[in-house]
């Protein structure tokens, strides 16, 4: 198993704005520079499943596997002989709202899917995670 995590703490915005922004799936493309497009298929719960274009990648369809509103949720993608999982965090601290992104990568072909697919989205992740700041500001 693989994971890698990257955590922001900031005073900017709060658990609402910052959820209200990451779980409007259909305008990921307006903030983060990766994405070309996606699409909830559905309601944001778990279960129910996501298609996602980063730019420069084929289209993805990735499953909702937990919810728990204003705190965490998690995707899962699958790939053969492997799963990634994309755990967003929200936590309240004393000094302000403490945001992670964990990617986890598991399975026989991990190892080919962590250099052609999780290692380019861990090194977004620090741009990705200002702009999520900088957009939520605005709700």
């Keep these: 198993m693989w994971t890698k995590s990257y ?5 900017e915005v709060t658990k609402e704005q910052i959820w209200k922004l990451t779980t409007d799936i259909d305008h990921w493309k307006n903030w983060d520079e990766t994405v070309e497009d996606s699409k909830l298929l559905g309601e944001f719960k778990v279960g ?3 298609m996602l274009k980063p730019k420069g990648g084929p289209k993805v369809k990735i499953k909702l596997v937990e ?3 204003f705190k965490k949720f998690t995707d899962q993608t699958s790939f053969p002989l492997a799963k990634m999982y994309g755990e967003h965090f929200y936590e309240e601290t004393e000094d302000g709202l403490k945001i992670t992104v964990t990617m986890t990568m598991k399975g026989l072909l991990s190892k080919i899917w962590i250099k052609l697919v999780a290692n ?6 620090p741009e990705d995670i200002i702009n999520q700041i900088k957009n939520a500001k605005k709700l």
């Design 7 to 11: 955590s922001v703490t900031t005073k």
């Design 48 to 50: 129910e499943y996501f």
């Design 67 to 69: 919810i728990i509103p």
């Design 120 to 125: 380019d989205i861990v090194k977004s992740l």
